[in-house]
């Protein structure tokens, strides 16, 4: 009941919902509903629902419908995504030949305190990628970005910044806009993904490849 009024858990919600959906709504809608943060700093963020629970719960209920894209749903399904393009940013970098990225890892100064935590980090090769929303255009969210991005280049991490007209373009920008940043961490590149060029994809000149 909420206010009184019946409904659904939220682990039920997404078994009805998901013939409707294709598996990536489905990681969409289930990262929103596990998202938690428990960083050393900040505010602390609740799931809905833990990651275990819902995973419990679906293997409860094998017999409803569409269950094989839940399960194969669940299997992409991560802690720590706080928006629907967030998800998809982790998704096409997953499907994609780079490192992996992982949610909720905080970048720490020289004595151990938590400094910063972008949405996605490669460790291995001190690179972050930020999905940089419509609110981040507000005089205060870009003042508030400001100061993140002077602390992730003070920590010695690269740092690629991510938006609505890079994820319309599609995986070639995405991808390559992470490569370079990747390859200034010392990443290998093996299919030299950081050299394709991005002649006539970004708001600059022309003759920049």
């Excluded at 998800?87 to 990225?101: E, G």
């Excluded at 996605?120 to 972050?128: H, K, N």
Aim: glycine share 6%; net charge positive; charged share 25%.
């Amino acid at each position: 009941m909420i206010r009184g009024v019946p409904a659904t858990s939220v682990q039920r919600t997404l078994l009805d919902i998901a013939p409707l959906l294709s598996v990536e709504e489905l990681v969409v809608v289930a990262d929103q509903m596990v998202c938690a943060h428990h960083y050393s700093f900040g505010p602390v963020k609740i799931a809905m629902v833990e990651l275990g629970d819902l995973n419990n719960y679906v293997a409860r209920h094998a017999g409803m419908r569409a269950m094989r894209k839940v399960r194969a749903a669940m299997e992409l399904v991560r802690v720590g995504s706080d928006s629907p393009p967030e998800t998809r940013l982790r998704l096409l970098i997953s499907m994609s030949p780079l490192p992996i990225f992982e949610c909720n890892f905080e970048l720490k100064d020289d004595n151990g305190k938590g400094r910063i935590a972008p949405d996605l980090a490669c460790r291995r090769y001190r690179t972050c990628a930020e999905y940089d929303g419509a609110h981040h255009f507000s005089p205060d969210q870009q003042s508030k970005d400001h100061d993140r991005d002077f602390i992730t280049k003070s920590l010695g991490w690269h740092q690629v910044l991510i938006n609505k007209d890079d994820m319309a373009k599609g995986k070639l920008v995405v991808v390559t806009k992470i490569a370079r940043m990747l390859v200034l961490g010392g990443w290998p590149d093996p299919q030299n993904l950081a050299c394709r060029s991005l002649r006539g994809e970004l708001h600059t000149r022309k003759d920049f490849a």
